[in-house]
């Protein structure tokens, strides 16, 4: 593995319980200051363990759209009735830390910022299986059952979006050991 990492950010993306913020978890304990999250707004309700400014700025509708209008967002989209968005405050944030941003968003997310000028770099982390997502979302014990549902109908189109070649590498979150070692050479390795 090369000692360097490439200074373009890194998107994220893949279906809701892939797996995403286990191995970012994972990347920033091991990497503290050498990568930063960008913590996104959202109009979803917090779960437990998540924290305000850290996981998400959670916000109401009214706070979010006046975010819109003042034109806050790189990129911002509705997913499963609620409104998700990258702020650019979000990203030079992590920039003024001297970090590395890494942006976990969805499919419309990596569609609007690959049309900014943030020359970054995209991977898609999927599921075993449909029946593994299923299983995973259900045994994480935060969605009702009507949120796993959307999720699951989410996570199709996802997977459909990923055969476009719109991600410079997609790995499958099987075993999570193996997952994390090929997150890392993607993220050091960048012909990986
Ligand atoms: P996302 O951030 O993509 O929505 P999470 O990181 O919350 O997904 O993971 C969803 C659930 O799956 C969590 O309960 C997590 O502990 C579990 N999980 C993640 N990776 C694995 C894995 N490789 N094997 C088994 N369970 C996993
Ligand atoms: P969750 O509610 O599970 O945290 O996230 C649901 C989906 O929203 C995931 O696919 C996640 O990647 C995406 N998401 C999180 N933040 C953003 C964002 O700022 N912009 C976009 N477009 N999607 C986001």
Request: aromatic fraction near 10%; glycine fraction near 8%; avoid cysteine.
């Amino acid at each position: 593995m090369s000692s360097g990492y490439s200074l373009r950010p890194i998107v994220i993306s893949g279906p809701s319980g892939s797996g995403k913020s286990t191995l970012l978890k994972k990347l920033f304990a091991e990497y503290p200051d050498t990568f930063g999250f960008s913590v996104s707004h959202t109009t979803r309700g917090p779960r437990p363990g998540e924290e305000n400014g850290i996981a998400y700025h959670f916000v109401d509708r009214p706070s979010f759209e006046k975010l819109i209008e003042a034109k806050a967002f790189l990129e911002h989209a509705q997913f499963s009735g609620n409104y998700y968005g990258t702020t650019i405050q979000a990203v030079q944030d992590v920039a003024k830390g001297g970090k590395l941003a890494i942006l976990d968003i969805d499919m419309q997310g990596v569609i609007s910022v690959k049309n900014t000028d943030l020359n970054a770099r995209y991977l898609f982390l999927s599921p075993p299986s449909l029946e593994i997502l299923r299983t995973r979302l259900e045994g994480r014990g935060t969605e009702s059952p009507e949120s796993v549902q959307k999720r699951m109908d989410q996570a199709i189109k996802e997977i459909e979006f990923s055969k476009t070649g719109a991600h410079d590498k997609a790995i499958v979150n099987d075993d999570l050991d193996r997952a994390y070692k090929e997150l890392k050479e993607f993220i050091f390795d960048p012909s990986a």
